[in-house]
Structures are given as C-alpha cells and as structure tokens.
C-alpha cells in the first residue's frame, strides 16, 4: 500500500477546486500507480470539501484505491494518519509527501518514506501551512543517519 498526500499531488491553493496538479506529483502518482496496482491510499485535509475533492481528482485522473482524512494538512497529523492505517490494514511500501518536516516524522514511526521535492514546492511563499522555523534539511539527513547507525548496530553481534 503507497499513502500518498494531496500536497504531493497539487500545488497549494485556497480551496481544493482551484488547485492545480503537480506535474511531478502526476509522474509519480502514475509511476507509483502501475508498478503497485492502484493500491494507493490519499490522505487529504478533512477541511477539504469531500465532493469537491472527488470531483478533482475524478477531472484530473486520479483515481486512489481509498481516500483517508486527516483532520488537518500538518505534518504531524498526516503521519499520524498513515500510521494509524499502517496499524489498520498492514504493510505500507511508501509514505510520500512534499514536506521534509513530516518525513523526519514518518521515518521516526518507521514508515518508508519517499519525500517528493519539486521546485514549485519548496518555496516559502507558496506555503501556507509552514511553520516558522522550520526544520532544516540537515535534520531529516540526521535522522535518516540515526536509524542507519541503529540498524548496523542492531547486526553487529551477527557477523562475530
């Protein structure tokens, strides 16, 4: 199961209709699409009108195994989200999001993570769920390196 979000797939915008598609989130929805089945979980803010966003994703061709909300497009909440469908329906091959923030926080719960950078996204002004003082790249490397180091620790006993 991928559990892709909704900033992955559009550029921010007041309300959900006047969003515009990624086009790199479209490669990597139709990437991911055909290599994993369609089995693609969305997660969308729940603020978001429910038939508006249908109605989106059915005019922009998308069309996800499941639509899940989180009740808001926070970092912390869109993790809390994927985790909790990892613990309701199983394995998840990739978490994937824009912000590097909520990767940091996927892979501290164990999650497979794939952050989808594009140039369009990371401009602050097109922002309007940042959090001042955000995070800095070097973090999410720190963390990446954390578990690394865990997981050779964990096998060092084994090659003895």
Not at 91 to 112: K, M
Not at 123 to 150: A, F, H, S
Request: cysteine-free.
């Amino acid at each position: 199961m991928i559990l892709i979000t909704m900033d992955t797939l559009a550029l921010p915008a007041e309300t959900v209709g006047t969003r515009k598609p990624s086009v790199e989130g479209r490669g990597l929805w139709n990437m991911l699409f055909q290599q994993y089945n369609g089995s693609i979980v969305l997660i969308a803010d729940d603020r978001d009108d429910k038939d508006h966003l249908e109605h989106w994703l059915k005019g922009e061709g998308f069309k996800p195994s499941m639509i899940d909300f989180s009740k808001d497009s926070s970092p912390r909440e869109k993790v809390r989200r994927a985790t909790q469908l990892r613990n309701a329906f199983g394995t998840v091959r990739w978490f994937v999001d824009v912000d590097p923030y909520s990767a940091q926080l996927a892979l501290e719960d164990g999650l497979p993570t794939l952050i989808a950078v594009a140039p369009s996204v990371p401009r602050v002004e097109w922002r309007n769920d940042r959090v001042e003082g955000n995070k800095p790249w070097d973090t999410l490397v720190e963390e990446i390196d954390r578990q690394r180091i865990m997981r050779a620790e964990a096998n060092w006993g084994e090659r003895e």
